[in-house]
């Protein structure tokens, strides 16, 4: 079945087959998975700047609707760190009807780039833009938990990270060491509990040693409960936010910046888990899943969600088959929040501070984002870039600036990877033997009055320019000028205007202007455009032996006879580093 079809992969499962043993292993992988998605579905919410049952609303909605749509056998969807950083600057600048808002167009725009198969190109994001925003987000998330984990005496954390800099600066003097103890040994134990199994996940182990330490040893520290009230563990009602159609241009922008996150995590957790399963996934029918499940969630309170990365591993790792075991860790995760979702405020804010500062390192990759620098300038130059604007401006602003100056140096790549010169013609009396092409122009013998002019690569509107500067090194006017363009696979508006710039010049000069090697895409653009026509059908040739041949007729040469001299190429543009 195509990878593209738009075919939920819960459908392909139940037509395979599905058997009491297959279930056994979905029912324990997604047990676990739902107990790891707690406590981090918890401080996802906290972190974005809403209410704590907010983030399990999103982890049951979400989830479920997203293993069930699911193009992936065993993704696992709900709340991740990556959305943190928008959430906060969504709900701050225009409230949860704002957010509830932008998620629900970034849920349609998901579900249209679904329909209309754009689930490949998503796929072309350049890596550096995705390492320097990935490393981007962590910083900000990193940052965005220092006051809770050294439990600074702060009223609000700037959204800023400069302004985030400045006030943890001026009440450093306030910190807690109650928390500061609390916070670190969270760390210790999610780092190292792994070590002893990796069937209890260790955030959750830290959330019930230090839950149980505050009271026992009366420590004077922050908890969900003291900031946020009650946690509500009861099932999330119907919420429908107030629409302003003047609201929602203002919101697109955020929307966009969903969407293309959403879409991205989505399907690079899908990827993973086809390395991890040996699968294939279908990444259009992913992105209708995330559009689905965005659409749905805010719509009981939720947030933002995605394919979880991590989740989706250790839902692999568990032994899950296929995507009952994402409906089972949602399943799970409600019936927690309903018989234990009040225990929920004695967590205290410096263990989730901990456990996002874990998660914030783990999402850097720092190693990644280390050996980057050993990439070409260019590279280095968007992930710098990506990075910087991440942290110091907008993610929005970093991903849109990061894919068009990643696009603009790939033009340019391209463009200095393109070859364009002319060769001057002189009798050859022997090929040059250190030339393995059976068809290069040294091995042809050009007579006097004709020139012949090659492009090597691509030719589109960044190659343009440097074909018209070579084309004016050719200090005499030629009675006929041969185009080779046996490696030019496509043309663009600007390169075939160009090219009849340069038919153009030739019938000023008295010239014939002959094509040679002419592929299909370039020969169908120049018909299109009428350009063939002026040229005239009878001066494009199969190849330049056959140009040649045409040639000597024009200019009235007769056949040559081998003599002294070599044919000299006399101009060349190449690539840089090129000789």
């Given at each position: 079945?195509?990878?593209?079809?738009?075919?939920?992969?819960?459908?392909?499962?139940?037509?395979?087959?599905?058997?009491?043993?297959?279930?056994?292993?979905?029912?324990?992988?997604?047990?676990?998975?739902?107990?790891?998605?707690?406590?981090?579905?918890?401080?996802?919410?906290?972190?974005?700047?809403?209410?704590?049952?907010?983030?399990?609303?999103?982890?049951?909605?979400?989830?479920?609707?997203?293993?069930?749509?699911?193009?992936?056998?065993?993704?696992?969807?709900?709340?991740?760190?990556?959305?943190?950083?928008?959430?906060?600057?969504?709900?701050?600048?225009?409230?949860?009807?704002?957010?509830?808002?932008?998620?629900?167009?970034?849920?349609?725009?998901?579900?249209?780039?679904?329909?209309?198969?754009?689930?490949?190109?998503?796929?072309?994001?350049?890596?550096?833009?995705?390492?320097?925003?990935?490393?981007?987000?962590?910083?900000?998330?990193?940052?965005?938990?220092?006051?809770?984990?050294?439990?600074?005496?702060?009223?609000?954390?700037?959204?800023?990270?400069?302004?985030?800099?400045?006030?943890?600066?001026?009440?450093?003097?306030?910190?807690?060491?109650?928390?500061?103890?609390?916070?670190?040994?969270?760390?210790?134990?999610?780092?190292?509990?792994?070590?002893?199994?990796?069937?209890?996940?260790?955030?959750?182990?830290?959330?019930?040693?230090?839950?149980?330490?505050?009271?026992?040893?009366?420590?004077?520290?922050?908890?969900?409960?003291?900031?946020?009230?009650?946690?509500?563990?009861?099932?999330?009602?119907?919420?429908?936010?107030?629409?302003?159609?003047?609201?929602?241009?203002?919101?697109?922008?955020?929307?966009?910046?969903?969407?293309?996150?959403?879409?991205?995590?989505?399907?690079?957790?899908?990827?993973?888990?086809?390395?991890?399963?040996?699968?294939?996934?279908?990444?259009?029918?992913?992105?209708?899943?995330?559009?689905?499940?965005?659409?749905?969630?805010?719509?009981?309170?939720?947030?933002?969600?995605?394919?979880?990365?991590?989740?989706?591993?250790?839902?692999?790792?568990?032994?899950?088959?296929?995507?009952?075991?994402?409906?089972?860790?949602?399943?799970?995760?409600?019936?927690?929040?309903?018989?234990?979702?009040?225990?929920?405020?004695?967590?205290?804010?410096?263990?989730?501070?901990?456990?996002?500062?874990?998660?914030?390192?783990?999402?850097?990759?720092?190693?990644?984002?280390?050996?980057?620098?050993?990439?070409?300038?260019?590279?280095?130059?968007?992930?710098?870039?990506?990075?910087?604007?991440?942290?110091?401006?907008?993610?929005?602003?970093?991903?849109?600036?990061?894919?068009?100056?990643?696009?603009?140096?790939?033009?340019?790549?391209?463009?200095?990877?393109?070859?364009?010169?002319?060769?001057?013609?002189?009798?050859?009396?022997?090929?040059?033997?250190?030339?393995?092409?059976?068809?290069?122009?040294?091995?042809?013998?050009?007579?006097?009055?004709?020139?012949?002019?090659?492009?090597?690569?691509?030719?589109?509107?960044?190659?343009?320019?440097?074909?018209?500067?070579?084309?004016?090194?050719?200090?005499?006017?030629?009675?006929?000028?041969?185009?080779?363009?046996?490696?030019?696979?496509?043309?663009?508006?600007?390169?075939?205007?160009?090219?009849?710039?340069?038919?153009?010049?030739?019938?000023?000069?008295?010239?014939?202007?002959?094509?040679?090697?002419?592929?299909?895409?370039?020969?169908?653009?120049?018909?299109?455009?009428?350009?063939?026509?002026?040229?005239?059908?009878?001066?494009v040739h199969e190849n330049v032996s056959d140009a040649l041949k045409a040639a000597r007729v024009m200019v009235g040469a007769a056949q040559p006879t081998r003599q002294g001299g070599h044919v000299q190429e006399v101009a060349w543009e190449l690539a840089p580093g090129k000789s």
């Amino acid at each position: 079945m195509s990878e593209s079809k738009l075919e939920p992969k819960l459908l392909t499962v139940i037509r395979e087959g599905y058997n009491g043993q297959t279930f056994f292993k979905d029912l324990t992988a997604g047990l676990i998975v739902g107990i790891v998605a707690l406590p981090l579905a918890i401080a996802f919410a906290i972190a974005s700047g809403v209410k704590p049952e907010q983030g399990l609303y999103t982890a049951i909605i979400a989830g479920f609707i997203i293993s069930v749509l699911s193009g992936s056998r065993v993704q696992i969807g709900g709340p991740t760190g990556a959305f943190i950083v928008i959430i906060y600057g969504i709900v701050q600048k225009y409230g949860y009807d704002g957010l509830v808002i932008a998620t629900i167009l970034a849920g349609i725009m998901l579900i249209i780039m679904g329909v209309v198969k754009m689930g490949a190109v998503l796929k072309y994001i350049p890596y550096p833009v995705t390492v320097g925003f990935t490393a981007g987000i962590a910083v900000i998330i990193a940052t965005g938990q220092l006051k809770d984990f050294f439990g600074l005496h702060m009223d609000k954390v700037p959204s800023e990270f400069l302004g985030k800099v400045e006030e943890y600066a001026k009440h450093i003097g306030t910190i807690s060491p109650a928390a500061a103890l609390l916070g670190l040994i969270t760390i210790v134990i999610v780092m190292l509990w792994p070590r002893v199994t990796r069937r209890v996940p260790g955030s959750l182990v830290a959330i019930v040693v230090t839950t149980a330490a505050v009271p026992f040893l009366g420590l004077p520290v922050e908890t969900i409960g003291s900031r946020f009230g009650t946690v509500s563990g009861s099932l999330p009602s119907f919420h429908l936010p107030s629409v302003s159609w003047s609201r929602i241009p203002e919101l697109l922008s955020p929307a966009i910046t969903i969407a293309l996150l959403a879409g991205i995590e989505s399907l690079l957790s899908a990827v993973v888990a086809d390395g991890m399963t040996g699968r294939r996934h279908r990444s259009n029918m992913e992105l209708v899943a995330q559009g689905v499940a965005n659409i749905a969630a805010p719509l009981f309170g939720g947030i933002p969600a995605t394919g979880a990365i991590a989740r989706t591993a250790t839902n692999i790792k568990n032994g899950a088959l296929s995507p009952v075991a994402g409906i089972i860790h949602a399943v799970t995760l409600l019936l927690i929040m309903l018989f234990f979702g009040k225990w929920a405020a004695l967590i205290p804010m410096a263990t989730l501070a901990g456990i996002l500062l874990v998660v914030s390192y783990n999402m850097s990759e720092w190693h990644l984002f280390v050996k980057m620098f050993k990439s070409p300038k260019s590279d280095i130059a968007v992930m710098v870039a990506t990075f910087s604007l991440t942290v110091l401006v907008d993610l929005t602003v970093a991903i849109q600036a990061g894919v068009v100056l990643a696009a603009i140096l790939f033009m340019k790549r391209m463009a200095d990877v393109t070859q364009v010169g002319y060769i001057t013609s002189m009798m050859g009396d022997e090929p040059d033997t250190t030339d393995q092409d059976p068809n290069a122009i040294r091995r042809f013998t050009v007579p006097e009055g004709v020139e012949v002019f090659e492009v090597n690569g691509p030719f589109f509107f960044g190659a343009a320019d440097r074909f018209k500067h070579v084309l004016q090194l050719i200090v005499r006017k030629p009675q006929v000028l041969i185009l080779r363009m046996r490696t030019v696979l496509a043309m663009d508006a600007t390169s075939l205007r160009a090219l009849e710039e340069v038919y153009e010049q030739t019938r000023r000069d008295n010239a014939v202007l002959l094509l040679a090697g002419v592929h299909t895409q370039p020969l169908i653009a120049m018909n299109r455009s009428g350009l063939l026509e002026k040229i005239g059908a009878d001066n494009v040739h199969e190849n330049v032996s056959d140009a040649l041949k045409a040639a000597r007729v024009m200019v009235g040469a007769a056949q040559p006879t081998r003599q002294g001299g070599h044919v000299q190429e006399v101009a060349w543009e190449l690539a840089p580093g090129k000789s």
